[in-house]
C-alpha cells in the first residue's frame, strides 16, 4: 500500500485540520504514483520482502490508522430545520410573511407549503446520501493480508500503513489505494 486512498479516507486538497502524519502519508502518495514499482518501493523505504513488524508500527503511530472518519453531523430535526433556513427558504419566508400582512393568505400558505416540501426533499435526498456512504463503508474488508518481515500476516485493514505490501487475490476487496507490482 502506498498511502491512503484519496477518494475515501483522504481529501487531495491540504486540509489544515488534518494531523501531519495524514499529511505525509498524502504527499509520499502522490510522489510515488510517477515512479516504476522498485523506485516506489525506495522511496517508501520498503522492499519485495514488506517491512519489519516494527517498521510498521512506528508507521502506524506516524500516520495513524487506515480508517474512514465516522461522521458526527447534527441531529435530524436539526437536519431537517437547517433545509428551513437555508437563503432561498429564508426569501420564501419573508414573501409568505408580507403575503400574509398583505392581505393574501392563500399565497401565504401556498409559499410556506413550498418552503416545507422543499425541505423534505432535500432532507430526505441528503439522508439517503449519507445512508450510502454508510453502506459503503459496510464493504471494505477488515482485514488484509500484506508480507511484513518476508512473511505473510493477516492484519486489521486499519492497521495498513503506506509501504506494506498488500497480497491479493481474485475477489478481494482493496482497503487502500496500491500500486501493483506483479500480477
Not at 436539526?78 to 392563500?106: K, N, R, T, Y
Amino acid at each position: 500500500r502506498l498511502g491512503r486512498s484519496a477518494r475515501t479516507r483522504r481529501s487531495p486538497v491540504v486540509d489544515p485540520g488534518r494531523s501531519e502524519g495524514s499529511r505525509d502519508a498524502h504527499d509520499i502518495l502522490l510522489r510515488v504514483t510517477a515512479l516504476d514499482w522498485a523506485a516506489a518501493l525506495q522511496s517508501l523505504r520498503s522492499s519485495r520482502e514488506g517491512l519489519s513488524v516494527e517498521d510498521a508500527a512506528a508507521r502506524l503511530a506516524s500516520a495513524g490508522p487506515n480508517e474512514l472518519p465516522t461522521p458526527h453531523g447534527p441531529s435530524l430535526p436539526s437536519q431537517f430545520a437547517e433545509q428551513l433556513i437555508h437563503f432561498f427558504a429564508l426569501m420564501l419566508w419573508v414573501a409568505a410573511g408580507l403575503a400574509f400582512v398583505g392581505g393574501m393568505p392563500a399565497l401565504g400558505v401556498a409559499i410556506v407549503v413550498v418552503i416545507v416540501v422543499n425541505g423534505a426533499f432535500s432532507f430526505f435526498q441528503e439522508y439517503r446520501a449519507e445512508r450510502a456512504v454508510r453502506a459503503l463503508s459496510a464493504l471494505l474488508p477488515e482485514t488484509v493480508v500484506v508480507r511484513r518481515g518476508g512473511r505473510k500476516r493477516t492484519v486489521p485493514a486499519a492497521e495498513l500503513v503506506p509501504g506494506d505490501i498488500v497480497l491479493l487475490k481474485e475477489g478481494d476487496r482493496i482497503s487502500a489505494d496500491a500500486r501493483v507490482i506483479r500480477s
